[in-house]
């Protein structure tokens, strides 16, 4: 008798979580108004204003007077990255920056593509919006939207952009691409109220969209990026045609993923993992403990304190670049801290790391955009859409230096619906910007996949 007991309690608790597995929840999310003040009396300004990239003399004075006044202080002996952004080398930009960067060139270079804004919930906010250009006849353009993260910009996907919008490739799809800047970061307006979170941008973001048109479109996203689009397709799953991310870390990691922990080492083909998965988990303290420690110290800080730090970074450019290229450095390949120039311009340009710490520090975003941490991490880590499964089609690209890696196994616990999982032949945290081809032809090879199938 127990035995049968048992065993109805053990198929029962199975068909439970079978069943509690196939449901579909849709993440709910109120409007918000995150403009000064309460809302303005009247009907919502639904216009759409294009928006020029300016600079002018006074901007690049103060920006000079403020480099020539920093205040350099010696790196140890034998650090290179180790203690952060290397003192010596950090001179060497700085001189590059004052004397060889051409900042007007570059914002004429930002301007080569249509930039917009139009007013969501009380906050002006900043897109880029590329059409293609002379679409064969018969060719209907996909729209895709690409969402950045920190401290990157709607800069990294510059490179990408001409590879979407016009392919070498006749049989390519063509895009048509809107890059937002996520609400207090770049030419986006700061929330002005407590509460800004990934949620809240998503529906900002699904708002821009509806007002530009798309009844459907596909979603790009990497760091802050992952989690806006996740949201977005948790929202309105009906009008995600498809996501592609290239980050996905474990949100609420479940049983198999610790499982795969546990045992992946011994049995890796039960987890699917390949040799690339047992070289980043392996040894698992190491891997996934010490060098998480190591590289996020700057997560605590802005996750609880953003404006203290952020003050000073927002005064002085020579800190803000520091805080800002390290990332780009690290985080591009955990390898490079142990090089003089932290490898920098190995995958970049310093044109390009300079141009995007401009527009952190001509915009004077730095505060809000450390902001966007506290308000996710304020609200704990048990929040709604970190539970909820994903049932969107989704393609994964797998870049082998990413900062956090994630094996198949892992990113199928959240995306059930995970169509392509792509290992990609190089490439870190910055994808985008560090392998435009790369990743533009992981977009193509996905959407042509979930177009034909449609």
Same mark, same amino acid.
Not at 19 to 36: A, I, M, N, T
Not at 63 to 75: A, E, G, H, K, V
């Given at each position: ?39 303005m009396a009247g009907e919502e300004d639904l216009s759409i204003r294009p928006y020029t990239v300016q600079t002018d ?36 930009v700085v001189t590059y920056w004052r004397r060889d960067f051409d900042w007007r060139r570059q914002v004429e270079k ?31 353009? /996909?729209?895709? $939207?690409? &969402?950045?993260?920190?401290?990157? *910009?709607? =800069? ?8 979407? !919008? ?118 698992? /303290?190491?891997? $996934?403990? &010490?060098?998480?420690?190591?590289? *996020?110290? =700057? ?8 404006? !203290? ?146």
């Open positions: 008798m127990f035995t049968e007991i048992l065993l109805a309690l053990v198929v029962g608790g199975v068909v439970y979580f079978l069943v509690q597995r196939s449901k579909r929840h849709q993440l709910k999310s109120e409007d918000g108004w995150w403009g000064e003040g309460t809302p003399d006074e901007e690049l004075e103060d920006l000079y007077r403020r480099i020539d006044q920093t205040r350099p202080f010696p790196s140890l002996e034998d650090s290179q990255f180790n203690y952060g952004f290397n003192s010596h080398y950090l001179q060497k930002l301007n080569k593509f249509p930039h917009y804004k139009t007013n969501i919930e009380g906050i002006d906010v900043h897109y880029v919006h590329v059409r293609p250009k002379n679409l064969p006849e018969g060719v209907t353009a /996909v729209p895709l $939207l690409m &969402v950045h993260g920190w401290p990157g *910009s709607f =800069y990294e996907f510059y490179r990408m952009i001409p590879l979407l !919008t016009q392919p070498s490739n006749p049989d390519d799809i063509v895009f048509e691409v809107v890059c937002p800047s996520i609400p207090g970061y770049g030419f986006s307006e700061a929330p002005h109220k407590k509460g800004f979170d990934s949620v809240c941008a998503a529906r900002v973001f699904h708002k821009l969209m509806k007002r530009l048109g798309f009844q459907q479109f596909y979603a790009h996203g990497g760091d802050w990026g992952w989690i806006v689009t996740t949201n977005m397709a948790q929202l309105e799953p009906k009008i995600i045609k498809g996501l592609h991310l290239n980050f996905a870390p474990p949100s609420k990691p479940g049983l198999p993923v610790v499982l795969s922990i546990m045992l992946g080492r011994s049995f890796p083909k039960l987890f699917g993992f390949n040799e690339h998965d047992i070289q980043r988990i392996y040894p698992v /303290v190491q891997n $996934l403990v &010490v060098e998480s420690v190591k590289e *996020s110290g =700057y997560l605590h800080i802005q996750a609880t304190k953003p404006d !203290t730090v952020g003050r000073a970074l927002n005064d002085s450019p020579v800190g803000l670049a520091a805080y800002i290229l390290e990332k780009f450095s690290t985080w591009t390949d955990h390898d490079f801290r142990n090089l003089d120039d932290g490898g920098l311009t190995r995958k970049f340009s310093l044109d390009d790391l300079l141009t995007n710490v401009m527009i952190y520090w001509t915009s004077g975003c730095i505060i809000s955009s450390m902001r966007f941490y506290k308000e996710n991490f304020s609200k704990g880590l048990d929040q709604p859409h970190s539970k909820m499964p994903v049932h969107v089609p989704t393609g994964f690209a797998c870049f082998p230096n990413e900062l956090m890696h994630t094996p198949k196994l892992w990113v199928q616990q959240k995306y059930r619906e995970l169509k392509t999982f792509t290992p990609m032949a190089r490439g870190g945290h910055f994808a985008a910007m560090e392998e435009p081809e790369l990743m533009a032809q992981d977009i193509q090879n996905f959407t042509k996949m979930q177009e034909k199938m449609k």
